[in-house]
C-alpha cells in the first residue's frame, strides 16, 4: 500500500495551494482519510479528516474556514485546498488512511501513512 502525497511548494501569505493523495494498492471502502502537518521543531498535528462518504469533514481550529478537505473515490484519492495561507502554515503535510481518525488520538503505528509534502509559506 502506498499513499502519495503531491502538491507541496512555496506560496505567499494569502495565496492558495491544493494538494493531493493518492493511494494505491488497495481500496479503501469504509476508511475515513486525513491530513497530518508537521512545522520545523514541532511536533506533528492533526489539520483535517473526512470520512468514506465524503459527508463529514472535520478540521483543526487553526484551519477551519481556509482549508476544504474532499475525497473521490473512484480515484482512490483525497485533496485538500489551502486558502489564505498564513506563515504558521508552513510544514510538511501528510496523508492518512485509517478505520476512524481521532483528531486527539492517533499514532504513525496506526493505518497508513504518505511520504509528507512540504508547504512553505513566505510573508
Known amino acids: 500500500v502506498q499513499l502519495q502525497a503531491s502538491g507541496g511548494g512555496l506560496v505567499q501569505v494569502g495565496g492558495s495551494l491544493g494538494l493531493s493523495c493518492e493511494a494505491s494498492?488497495?481500496?479503501?471502502?469504509?476508511?475515513?482519510m486525513g491530513w497530518f502537518r508537521q512545522a520545523p521543531g514541532k511536533a506533528r498535528e492533526f489539520v483535517a479528516a473526512i470520512n468514506w462518504l465524503g459527508s463529514s469533514g472535520m478540521y483543526a481550529n487553526s484551519v477551519k474556514d481556509r482549508f476544504t478537505i474532499s475525497r473521490d473515490n473512484s480515484k482512490n484519492a483525497m485533496y485538500l485546498q489551502m486558502n489564505d495561507l498564513k506563515p504558521e502554515d508552513t510544514a510538511v503535510y501528510y496523508c492518512?488512511?485509517?478505520?476512524?481518525?481521532?483528531?486527539?488520538?492517533?499514532?504513525?503505528?496506526?493505518?497508513?501513512w504518505g511520504q509528507g509534502t512540504l508547504v512553505t509559506v513566505s510573508s
Open positions: 492518512t488512511v485509517d478505520r476512524y481518525i481521532n483528531p486527539n488520538k492517533w499514532s504513525t503505528t496506526q493505518g497508513y
Open positions: 494498492g488497495r481500496t479503501f471502502e469504509e476508511f475515513s
